[in-house]
């Protein structure tokens, strides 16, 4: 399991001001949590960029 830095202005790790993470659990499997409710979380086997366009 690894964490996967998703915004490119702070290292890997740096939580300051992030509000979500993203865990790399496995190949191709990812989970997106909420740091501030721990209840809050989704898991897919695709992560894809917000500034992607469809």
Same mark, same amino acid.
Not at 19 to 24: C, G, P, Q, S, V
């Given at each position: 399991?690894?964490?996967h830095n998703t915004?490119?202005?702070?290292?890997a790790g740096d939580s300051t001001g992030r509000?979500? @993470?993203?865990?790399?659990i496995?190949?191709?499997e990812f989970v997106i949590y909420d740091r501030e409710n721990h209840? @809050?979380?989704?898991?897919?086997s695709v992560a894809v960029?917000?500034?992607e366009q469809c």
């Open positions: 399991m690894s964490i915004d490119q202005d702070e290292p509000r979500y @993470a993203e865990l790399n496995g190949e191709e209840q @809050a979380w989704i898991q897919s960029s917000i500034t």
